[in-house]
């Protein structure tokens, strides 16, 4: 079955610190996104990529940065984490001729 | 510009009660919405999506939502509420024109099931 993977699932990391949040997908899909959720609030996107070399901000402003460099893989960088990065990304992805899409299992980060 | 309204941040339910969670959209243009569940520390799983064909869409696990165009609506309900439907739902809203793709959610209801 077809499938999108993020790892770590948890990640506890100290103030300072540059993280990468990985996110692949096995199904060929080209649109991306990476969705932040703070507990018990809405996603909020961050960034998105409609393809290979292309990526995007999302509606909400973030210190994070992406890159796509291939069509299966679309990870997330924090440069210097800060407490306030604490929370939930979501990775997800879509083909071009479907909507709706199918997200991985988030990375629960918290930044100490 | 589109947004989505999710009435209630929590809704609580006997098992075997129907399940009505409540979504309202804004859009300027024809929308296609969708409702996801997530479960605890889980991501989100697609239930059901309008995309402008039948306007009684169903779902999996037996829900089923109503869109209603004077209403602004997509409402979700189930018949019988089952334990395992405790979780958190998303409704959301696309445009089908332009190319992103992209979806915004609602604020989220928390469904509660009482044994």
Redesign the interface.
Known sequence: EADIY?TP?YLVIGTGKKITLECSQTMGHD?M?W?QQDP??????IH?S?GVNST?K??LSSESTVSRIRTEHFPLTLESARPSHTSQY?C?S?PDNL????????T?LTVV | AQSVTQLGSHVSVSEGALVLLRCNYSSSVPPYLFWYVQYPNQGLQLLLKYTSAATLVKGINGFEAEFKKSETSFHLTKPSAHMSDAAEYFCAVSSPSGNTGKLIFGQGTTLQVKP
Request: aromatic residues 24%; proline residues 0%.
């Open positions: 993020q699932r649109k996104y969705y018990g609030m809405e996603l909020h996107l998105y409609y995007e999302g509606d979501l997800a879509k909507y709706g899409y199918t997200f991985g299992s988030g629960r």
